[in-house]
């Protein structure tokens, strides 16, 4: 089982940037992706991004892309989220996830450990 922990949110003005980490530890051997999710209150936990865990490639949200950047150090066992160009509407509480089968990984269900999150509020 894998273990993920996210840090690095925080309460931001609109066009700044932040940096979101996710600190990975335990089985990750045959992990095949691990992604971000992110949860506005009232609405459903929908897709931000996801990097593939043997070739690096990355898939994103059509309405992010541009702004948002996945990325991995496997020195630090870290998986980051690099949000630019913030706007209100990026507030969320943000999840790392991680999955070990197959699949497009856009959907939240094909994941099968999750972090507790962490808070991004964007202020106009």
């Known amino acids: 089982q894998v273990q993920l922990v996210e840090s690095g949110g925080g309460l931001v003005q609109a066009g700044g940037s932040l940096r979101l980490s996710c600190s990975y530890s335990?089985?990750?051997?045959?992990?095949?992706?691990m992604g971000w999710f992110r949860q506005a209150p009232g609405k459903e936990r929908d897709f931000v991004a996801h990097i593939y865990w043997n070739t690096e490639n990355t898939q994103y949200a059509d309405s992010l892309k541009g702004r948002f950047t996945i990325s991995r150090d496997n020195a630090k066992n870290a998986v980051y989220l690099q949000m630019n160009s913030l706007r209100p509407e990026d507030t969320a509480l943000y999840y790392c996830a991680s999955r070990y089968h197959q699949g497009a990984g856009t959907l939240r269900d094909q994941y099968d450990t999750w972090g507790q999150g962490t808070q991004v509020t964007v202020s106009s």
């Open positions: 335990g089985r990750t051997f045959n992990v095949y992706s």
